[in-house]
């Protein structure tokens, strides 16, 4: 065997393609003749179809002007960060989420004290019946015993059931005919509304039963609705349009329709037969055109009712009615709240001294209110202009002479709720005077703070005048900084962060993170204000360009310091976040500080087990230690990486990041002629100690071999010569598992391996071991893994046959960057032995090429390894009467696996017809 002698560079340069100056970039267009535009047409063609697509290498400077203006006036549109307060929106006509999260709104207890109007929740109801003359007597005899007789306690879960039946008997009674039970028995579950003795339930009450009177509305629809469409014999007579009028009913259908109404007329208690009315109201349309000026009566019926709890949810369920009808009128809507807010007003102003009239007690009331008052605001407001939300305005007593809001008395629970309804250009063009309206309603009904924090989410949906701003800005912080209570402050001021921000308004920054300094380290924080507070510290982030601004803040570090748990932790994501946003960070003191909150998030994280949130921190921390850079200060660096190295010893990817750091120093200190050669070999020493600590041998492989690299241009050969071996070491050590649950990367092993055995090309040999030692160690590696396929093991022999090739050479394709370090070229010139061992571990690769290829089962894939053998082979040796046969074989078997007209098999005859053109080798039959 004799190895085929090289000259790189000549190959290099025949393979080089010609250059050719040019005067213009290749993908701009130049000035074309009239045949050339002819023979590009179909190119701009294509073009034309993408006009709005601006490619920075193709347009010119005029066009990358007018593009980048677009761009900045897509950045100049806000983004609204709607809070819940100003973004939870029910969908019209769709009532089942909001009944779902009224029941959840109001959790009651398992057990339920009922009073005798709900006798029909309890199956032997019958002992309850007594005549209201014995009541009477029995309460004048003994109060407090007749209190605790007329109730009776009753599960959660069995009065939800028991309604449940209820509802199953009213629709198979009205299956079998039988409508004066339906009647009787709706009559008995409207009746059930009466009882608010347990507050909590009602809600969920109230759902229970009108899905009940939902049921009776579409089943008398249903039936008058037939009797319209059908004949007493059943033949269709013709079917209503959707729009029909009251001259389209029959007279049966219209008297049906009528008794209907008569019956509901003779109930005698007046709740339940408003709530049937309006289970019924659309039936109003077989009778007349008109059917809403119903629900101004069915408005003025609601004033008998005296318990404002059930008079606030009447009115809820006259407005989910009404959506039913086809006309939309909102004028019994405002005569709701106008009513509503009379009642409130009488709530919130009675005497607290009174019985049991506690602020508390009037709050839990109120709260039990407001999903009423909150589902009218939402149906008045739904799709009005702006002149008709003027006229509503004054309907409601806010708008007069042409004054809108003011100082106008109204409830506080209204004013929020009329503020999250009313558009955004209303809200805009009156905000100061909507200030005005929330100083002057201070009442317990609603929190007054959590006005003026919904006001200011409203005044950030859209732009408005700076002027403005600025006025109802001054206000909202003079009004907060009478705030003692933090949960307040932190509140209001979330809602005027970004308005703070957007308008550069550094006095009132510096004013409200002062605010926030003085009342978090005085009283301390919970998690509730934690989550405010998070809230605020993450607009700042997310505002400022440049963490060292953030830094710059006062007050800013002392309020990071209060924080705790998940909060503190999201926060410090963000400062990371931003601090490796921009580029390098170079600043010693903002390296600091990054490193203290890094610390303090890997602190609270537990990064043995990996999670979301661990393996995000993990990434950041990672992305902020390779932006260090200390410059000149490369000591300082170093040092850097040290202290990384013990802080953060359980992040595995952050480990192979320092020693990436530390091996680019020691490239940079090379570079630095004033450096001397110990702080190279600091950080030499530095990835040695520090990849022994990485958990994946696979990452240790790769790792050792950069290293190596490195030490290698460093003219540090010893070091080098130990990473080499560590490297091998690391081969050895793989088992099927990289000792994880990972499956091994074989291709990524092998690609290690081909990468060590062009770096062997720059090593110089070892005089004690030997040249060989290392390929010759490889080799036995090669053959004793299990996990080593006969596909990856054929590629590995390639290189190392194409490493003892290269070896052999009189000039290296490369060497180390270091005039001290000698290549094996010089070292062993004329050394006959050195070739020799070359040649002889050549032989016993080839043998072992040969026999992998033959293990191959895949017959595809033994037709391809066949090729890139030969390949190999042709490239090394010299084809001679001991290689020819061995190519020739191999051609064989791959003409014996691929299609013959397979472009590598082609291609691989082809260059054996050009090298040997008298050899017995013929490209394959074609047909």
């Known amino acids: 065997m004799e190895f085929r002698p090289r000259n790189y560079r000549a190959e290099q340069e025949s393979h080089e393609l010609s250059r050719v100056a040019t005067d213009s970039h290749p993908l701009c267009y130049p000035s074309l003749s009239h045949t050339e535009v002819q023979s590009t047409s179909q190119v701009h063609v294509v073009d034309d179809r993408n006009n709005d697509f601006f490619d920075p290498l193709r347009g010119t400077a005029s066009n990358a002007e007018v593009s980048g203006k677009n761009l900045q006036d897509v950045d100049d549109i806000p983004v609204p960060e709607l809070s819940s307060e100003a973004g939870n929106q029910l969908p019209n006509k769709e009532s089942t989420p909001f009944r779902r999260l009224l029941m959840q709104r109001f959790p009651v207890s398992k057990m339920i004290s009922i009073s005798s109007m709900s006798e029909i929740i309890v199956k032997g109801g019958k002992k309850f019946e007594k005549s209201l003359t014995s009541k009477h007597l029995e309460e004048l005899d003994d109060p407090q015993k007749f209190a605790d007789e007329d109730k009776k306690v009753i599960t959660r879960q069995e009065y939800v059931s028991r309604i449940h039946d209820l509802k199953d008997e009213i629709r198979h009674a009205w299956i079998a005919g039988d409508r004066v039970t339906s009647l009787k028995l709706s009559i008995k579950v409207a009746r059930l509304l009466t009882d608010t003795s347990v507050l909590h339930f009602y809600p969920t009450l109230f759902v229970l039963a009108t899905d009940i009177m939902d049921m009776l509305g579409n089943m008398v629809w249903e039936r008058i609705k037939r009797k319209a469409e059908y004949s007493e014999d059943g033949n269709l007579l013709y079917f209503l349009p959707e729009n029909f009028e009251a001259s389209d009913i029959c007279s049966d259908a219209k008297e049906t329709c009528n008794n209907w109404f008569c019956k509901i007329g003779a109930v005698q208690e007046l709740l339940p037969r408003i709530y049937l009315e309006l289970a019924i109201l659309p039936c109003w349309r077989f009778l007349l055109d008109q059917p809403v000026d119903s629900l101004q009566r069915l408005v003025r019926m609601t004033r008998g009712l005296a318990d404002p709890v059930a008079f606030v949810y009447c009115h809820l369920y006259m407005a989910h009615c009404a959506q039913k009808l086809p006309s939309r009128d909102i004028g019994y809507l405002v005569t709701c709240v106008n009513d509503i807010r009379v009642l409130l007003t009488r709530i919130v102003s009675t005497d607290e001294s009174a019985h049991g009239n506690t602020t508390e007690n009037k709050r839990l009331l109120v709260s039990l209110m407001e999903p009423a008052i909150e589902y009218i605001m939402k149906c008045i407001f739904k799709d009005l202009s702006q002149r008709q939300v003027m006229n509503v305005l004054a309907e409601l007593g806010l708008r007069r002479d042409k004054q809108l809001f003011g100082r106008f008395s109204c409830v506080s629970i209204l004013v929020h709720h009329l503020l999250k309804e009313l558009p955004t250009e209303v809200v805009c063009s009156n905000a100061v005077e909507i200030f005005h309206l929330i100083e002057c309603n201070n009442d317990c009904s609603f929190n007054q703070h959590m006005n003026y924090r919904l006001l200011g989410f409203r005044l950030y949906e859209s732009r408005f005048q700076v002027d403005v701003v600025n006025v109802v800005v001054d206000k909202a912080i003079q009004v907060i900084s009478q705030y003692d209570s933090l949960d307040e402050y932190l509140k209001v001021v979330d809602a005027y962060m970004e308005l703070v921000l957007q308008?550069?308004?550094?006095?009132?920054?510096?004013?409200?993170?002062?605010?926030?300094?003085?009342?978090?380290?005085?009283?301390?924080?919970?998690?509730?204000?934690?989550?405010?507070?998070?809230?605020?510290?993450?607009?700042?982030?997310?505002?400022?360009?440049?963490?060292?601004?953030?830094?710059?803040?006062?007050?800013?570090?002392?309020?990071?310091?209060?924080?705790?748990?998940?909060?503190?932790?999201?926060?410090?994501m963000n400062i990371l976040d931003l601090a490796t946003r921009n580029g390098p960070i170079c600043n010693p003191t903002t390296i600091q500080l990054v490193f203290e909150i890094s610390q303090a998030l890997y602190d609270t994280l537990d990064f043995m087990n990996v999670t979301d949130g661990a393996s995000q921190a993990a990434s950041l921390i990672t992305r902020f230690v390779i932006m260090v850079d200390y410059g000149a200060e490369m000591e300082c660096h170093l040092a850097f990486l040290v202290d990384c190295r013990g802080a953060f010893s359980s992040i595995n990817n952050l480990k192979e990041t320092l020693v990436h750091s530390s091996n680019c120093l020691a490239f940079k200190a090379l570079k630095d002629t004033k450096r001397h050669m110990s702080f190279f070999k600091s950080c030499i020493t530095f990835s040695e100690v520090t990849i022994p600590s990485i958990f994946a041998l696979s990452r240790q492989l790769n790792l050792y071999i950069e290293t190596a690299e490195v030490a290698l241009v460093g003219g540090l050969v010893s070091h080098s010569d130990g990473l080499i071996d560590s490297s091998v070491s690391c081969l050895q050590s793989l088992d099927k598992t990289d000792g994880s649950r990972t499956q091994i990367d074989v291709d990524g092993i092998v690609s290690s391996i081909r990468k060590l055995c062009g770096l062997l090309v720059m090593v110089p040999g070892n005089p004690d071991l030997g040249v060989t030692y290392i390929p010759n160690t490889l080799l036995s590696l090669i053959n004793s893994q299990p996990w080593m396929t006969p596909r990856k093991r054929s590629q590995s022999f390639c290189s190392i046959i194409l490493l003892l090739a290269t070896l052999s050479q009189d000039k290296l394709p490369y060497h180390a960057d270091n005039v001290e370090i000698l290549d094996n070229a010089i070292i062993y010139f004329g050394d006959a032995s050195y070739g020799n061992d070359l040649v002889s571990l050549s032989k016993f690769v080839l043998q072992n090429l040969l026999s992998a290829i033959q293990q191959e089962t895949s017959q595809a894939a033994r037709g391809v390894m066949a090729l890139e053998a030969c390949n190999c082979i042709a490239s090394s040796f010299v084809l001679n009467h001991e290689i020819l046969p061995i190519c020739l074989t191999l051609i064989e078997t791959a003409k014996s696996c691929l299609a013959a007209r397979d472009k590598y098999l082609q291609s691989t005859i082809n260059f054996f017809d050009r090298q040997l053109p008298t050899s017995p080798v013929a490209l394959p039959s074609c047909s």
Do not use: P
């Open 503 to 572: 308008h550069l308004m550094d006095k009132h920054l510096n004013t409200i993170l002062e605010g926030i300094s003085e009342r978090a380290w005085n009283k301390g924080i919970n998690e509730d204000e934690l989550a405010s507070l998070q809230s605020i510290l993450l607009k700042l982030l997310s505002f400022f360009k440049c963490l060292e601004d953030v830094f710059a803040l006062d007050h800013f570090r002392k309020i990071l310091d209060v924080m705790y748990g998940n909060s503190r932790i999201d926060v410090n």
